[in-house]
T-cell receptor, first 114, second 113 residues
Framework: TQLLEQSPQFLSIQEGENLTVYCNSSSVFSSLQWYRQEPGEGPVLLVTVVTGGEVKKLKRLTFQFGDARKDSSLHITAAQPGDTGLYLCAGVNAGGTSYGKLTFGQGTILTVHP | NAGVTQTPKFQVLKTGQSMTLQCAQDMNHEYMSWYRQDPGMGLRLIHYSVGAGITDQGEVPNGYNVSRSTTEDFPLRLLSAAPSQTSVYFC????????????FGPGTRLTVT
């Protein structure tokens, strides 16, 4: 069974601060996805990273895929109250009997105070 | 496009009752999945399907059945509800051509008493 350890589980910060969320595994994934979920709704994809060492930016959010494709990070610069939500990482399995299955991390609940 | 739709939105069951959670997608995605979400545990895969007539177990399949007779529909059946099945259930669809990006429905909040 592949596992994704996501940390921290909770993050409470003030507006304007920076933060980083980590997603680590002992398994290799073909790609890594990050989702954001609002209360009462389903998760929505933010980004997919595919290549080891890849860095993607989405406004104030920076996503990185580890060289070995086992870990990823999400960095938010100058957080705003609108960034509040649940952030989930998910590893995509692309081989054998697990083709197309996703493994999700436990999630990080981010609260940004004005 | 409606995307992924789920019904009902809320459900309360008594222990031992059975029910079916409905899921439909109109994006012609070949893959469909059922997840449950519990506090502190992220999303756990219950069952998934790679196409009509093909299903496979996920991480937590016990107590649930699925079938996929059409590309559009993927119902989840609870055979005999237990309090441990109290959770929020999400259906999702995806496609290989979109890198398995999961399109989620709005979820069903199930309480078993």
């Amino acid at each position: 069974t592949q596992l994704l350890e996501q940390s921290p589980q909770f993050l409470s910060i003030q507006e304007g601060e920076n933060l980083t969320v980590y997603c680590n595994s002992s398994s290799v994934f073909s790609s890594l996805q990050w989702y954001r979920q609002e209360p009462g709704e389903g998760p929505v994809l933010l980004v997919t990273v595919v290549t080891g060492g890849e860095v993607k930016k989405l406004k104030r959010l920076t996503f990185q895929f580890g060289d070995a494709r086992k870990d990823s990070s999400l960095h938010i610069t100058a957080a705003q109250p609108g960034d509040t939500g649940l952030y989930l990482c998910a590893g995509v399995n692309a081989g054998g009997t697990s083709y197309g299955k996703l493994t999700f991390g436990q999630g990080t609940i981010l609260t940004v105070h004005p | 496009n409606a995307g992924v739709t789920q019904t009902p939105k809320f459900q309360v069951l008594k222990t031992g009752q059975s029910m079916t959670l409905q899921c439909a997608q109109d994006m012609n995605h070949e893959y469909m999945s059922w997840y449950r979400q519990d506090p502190g545990m992220g999303l756990r895969l219950i069952h998934y399907s790679v196409g009509a007539g093909i299903t496979d177990q996920g991480e937590v399949p016990n107590g649930y059945n699925v079938s996929r007779s059409t590309t559009e529909d993927f119902p989840l059946r609870l055979l005999s509800a237990a309090p441990s099945q109290t959770s929020v259930y999400f259906c999702a669809s995806s496609s290989t051509s979109e890198g398995f990006e999961q399109y989620f429905g709005p979820g069903t909040r199930l309480t078993v008493t």
